[in-house]
Antibody, heavy 120, light 107 residues
Framework: QEQLVESGGGLVKPGGSLRLSCAAS????????MSWIRQAPGKGLEWISY????????KQADSVKSRFTISRDNSKSSLYLQMNSLRAEDTAVYYC?????????????WGQGTMVTVSS | DIQMTQSPSFVSASVGDRVTITCRAS??????LAWYQQKPGKAPKLLIY???SLQSGVPSRFSGSRSGTDFTLTISSLQPEDFATYYC?????????FGGGTKVEMK
């Protein structure tokens, strides 16, 4: 079945870096745009990054711009999020999500999430 | 950025009740509005897209509607598995933004 599995989360000190990965299966990965969405503990959802199927277009939220970089490797059906200069406020569960619809109508497949904790 | 104001933040309801959740966009987003359900410790699940289209596999007791910049999610007869937090999300343009969430609790 269609599935997304994130990995790479953990505890990192402020100013540190982390790279999240997301392995897709059960669908033609290259045919879909993908995003990262995060959720701080006890808080709501925040979209942070987007990449189209061919990696020709990316978009970041202002909160992570210039610090986080989204990328993908369609040959490996994998999505990545390189996170640099991490701050305490980046502490959250990070979800890899598939963008659904011809006009990005919603996010239809979600991974289980990976926890990132930024603390000294 | 488009702000999504969701209300109420909490709903106390019983099985069989009709539940209505509202989301207001700070500017026009046409029908580019999605609704999600999230249960504790789980990833959100897409319920409705394009304001009123039911995602495949979602029970028909869920419905969505739009009036201008106001959007409504209705659960016609609340079931035990529907106790969860619900989020709206605008898909009109970047940055995609979510409402603050509505927690549906058991009365």
């Amino acid at each position: 079945q269609e599935q997304l599995v994130e990995s790479g989360g953990g505890l990192v000190k402020p100013g540190g870096s982390l790279r999240l990965s997301c392995a897709a299966s059960g669908f033609t990965f290259s045919g879909y745009s993908m995003s990262w969405i995060r959720q701080a503990p006890g808080k709501g959802l925040e979209w942070i990054s987007y990449i189209n199927g061919r990696s020709t277009f990316t978009k970041q939220a202002d909160s992570v711009k210039s610090r986080f970089t989204i990328s993908r490797d369609n040959s490996k059906s994998s999505l990545y999020l390189q996170m640099n200069s991490l701050r305490a406020e980046d502490t959250a569960v990070y979800y890899c999500v598939r963008v659904w619809g011809d006009s990005d109508e919603g996010f239809d497949i979600w991974g289980q999430g990976t926890m990132v904790t930024v603390s000294s | 950025d488009i702000q999504m104001t969701q209300s109420p933040s909490f709903v106390s309801a019983s099985v069989g009740d009709r539940v209505t959740i509202t989301c207001r966009a700070s500017q026009g987003i046409n029908n580019w509005l999605a609704w999600y359900q999230q249960k504790p410790g789980k990833a959100p699940k897409l319920l409705i897209y394009a304001a009123s289209s039911l995602q495949s596999g979602v029970p028909s007791r869920f419905s969505g509607s739009r009036s201008g910049t106001d959007f409504t999610l209705t659960i016609s007869s609340l079931q035990p598995e529907d106790f969860a937090t619900y989020y709206c999300q605008q898909a009109n343009g970047f940055p995609y933004t979510f409402g603050g969430g509505t927690k549906v609790e058991m009365k």
